[in-house]
């Protein structure tokens, strides 16, 4: 399975690269209901156009981090913070 990420000046990125079982996300797919097409095919490949409003949010901190540095410096501290409050909650 892999994520790739499609710049505006058609330059692609590959985001993650999993092998392929179960415990690997499934991203645009779901592993209950696309199975069958995982084993036996054909091969599809599909194209997340529009970013959803909760999407940032699912994304692991190690990311957002990632992405806040290249294309949201703004987002870093915000980021920070909410890392912080999640050690909080773990301690």
């Keep these: 399975m892999i994520d790739f990420y499609v710049k505006s000046d058609n330059q692609v990125m590959v985001i993650e690269l999993n092998p ?8 645009l797919f779901s592993w209950r209901e696309n199975r069958d097409l995982f084993l036996n095919g054909p091969f599809e490949f599909r194209i997340l156009e529009h970013v959803r409003e909760d999407t940032y949010e699912i994304i692991p901190l190690k990311w957002q981090k990632w992405i806040n540095r290249r294309y949201h410096p703004e987002r870093l501290e915000q980021v920070s913070q909410e890392e912080s409050n999640s050690l909080c909650n773990i301690l």
């Design 20 to 27: 392929f079982h179960i415990g690997a996300g499934a991203a």
